[in-house]
């Protein structure tokens, strides 16, 4: 919240800004911060909480009227003016300043509005020109504030500074008009009053655009109509005194149209028109060139893509030549060590023939030898040389050791 250390205070203030609320929690800290930034200081706010039913609207509404100058008044919901009528009868600065809870005011509104109203006593009311923001945009900026440019169309933003001596004299804002265009039908009680006010030809009000405004249904309903054929009847004298003004300013404003269409219709033929096939036939040249464009993109795409493919194939093909070499080598050598595998194995099945033939030969040498041994062991001459192989045998080993023979 912005301070308040530059606040001056009277009793009671210059100025007291009423903001009615129903259920616009999300918007009204940014009405009440667009009247704390005011360079204009002697204020107070009154804030008037019209039966919201959103928690959150009413814990922001009581978080709000903590704030030095800012008091808040509840009741029963009775709409707009109902609200606006409350939050007056609570307020006690002599200039009231109706704002809405999702709209807000420039820093120096108040300023330029009281210094007005106090140079020109004879002025009633001070009005501005609007600034639409939201989820749509545009500018207001009436110029005439007579009765019959306000017969015609409201040009007083209700949001206007006016003094409290209105409402003293010409009563409050309509509480039965709960649809819209309350405001336009308070200013045409206080223009019947002789009141008298003018426009500051400047953007000083931000007027929020949403989709669920009571501004927004009241078009699209259809009911904008309804009221202002009532407010025809409730001031059929006034609408009959300026009967003429306002059919003037019917006809202006249908020649006007009419105009602007002829010229429309000219810049149409003799420009737009022109203009529109020189276009069309560049969109024409361009989207043939788009077209080739693509085209030469895709081809180079596509070829990108099989040269890609065939780099990939080769790479492919490489490695699978690279394998079969391999496994033929491998081949090759497993060739090469079976045969040496059949050649070792013949060069053994041969060693162990030979082996064999000579185990017999020495088997049978072996054999014969006994049996030549087996012959001279049985001989005679064996037993008869007994004697002398026992005599050389004594002979060859001497005498024995402790033989005492």
């Known amino acids: 919240m912005s301070s308040d ?9 210059v100025v007291s800004v009423i903001i009615p609320c129903f259920n616009l929690g999300a918007f009204v800290g940014e009405a009440v911060e667009s009247v704390l930034a005011q360079t204009f200081r002697d204020y107070d706010v009154v804030l008037v909480d019209d039966g919201s039913t959103d928690p959150d609207t009413t814990a922001r509404l009581d978080a709000l009227a903590k704030t030095p100058g800012v008091a808040l008044v509840r009741s029963a ?13 609570h307020s006690t600065g002599r200039y009231i300043c109706a704002l809405d809870a999702d709209d807000r005011i420039r820093p120096e509104w108040l300023e330029r509005s009281v210094a007005i109203l106090e140079s020109h006593p004879h002025l009633a009311f001070v009005s501005h020109w609007v600034q639409a923001f939201g989820d749509r945009t545009f500018e207001w900026t009436p110029g005439r504030a007579d009765m019959p440019a306000l017969l015609d169309h409201n040009v007083f933003n209700g949001a206007a500074l006016f003094r409290r001596t209105i409402v003293d004299t010409v009563g409050g804002f309509d509480e039965a008009m709960r649809d819209g265009c309350e405001d336009w039908e308070f200013w045409l009680r206080v223009l019947e009053q002789g009141f008298e006010g003018t426009i500051i030809p400047d953007l000083l009000y931000d ?21 202002y054929a009532g407010m025809v009847e409730a001031h059929r004298a006034t609408f009959e005194a300026h009967l003429l003004d306002l059919v003037l300013r019917r006809d202006w404003a249908f020649a006007d149209v009419c105009h602007r269409l002829d010229n429309l219709d000219v810049e149409i033929s003799m420009l737009l028109e022109p203009a529109v096939a020189e276009r069309r036939e560049e969109l024409a040249v361009a989207t043939r060139r788009l077209t080739a ?7 180079r795409q596509t070829n990108e893509q099989l040269t890609h493919g065939i780099r990939a194939l080769t790479a ?3 490695q699978a030549v690279e394998l079969f070499g391999r496994v033929e080598h491998e081949r090759r050598q497993t060739d090469e060590a079976r045969r040496h595998a059949e050649a070792a194995w013949r060069d053994s099945d041969s ?10 030969e020495a088997r049978d040498a072996q054999a014969a030898v006994q049996a030549a041994l087996d012959r001279l062991l049985h001989s005679l ?25």
């Open 5 to 13: 250390a530059a606040r001056t205070f009277h009793n009671p203030p």
């Open 77 to 89: 919901n009775g709409g707009l003016s109902a609200a606006r009528n409350i939050g007056i009868k």
């Open 207 to 227: 007027y929020r655009q949403r989709g669920d405004s009571m501004s927004r249904a009241m078009h699209d309903t259809g009911a904008f109509e309804r009221i």
């Open 293 to 299: 464009l693509e085209t030469e993109a895709a081809l």
């Open 316 to 318: 492919e093909r490489d």
């Open 351 to 360: 060693a162990r023939q030979q082996a064999e033939r000579a185990w017999a």
């Open 381 to 405: 001459s064996w037993r008869l040389t007994a004697p002398l192989r026992r005599v050389y045998e004594a002979l060859r080993l001497g005498p024995r050791s402790g033989d005492d023979r």
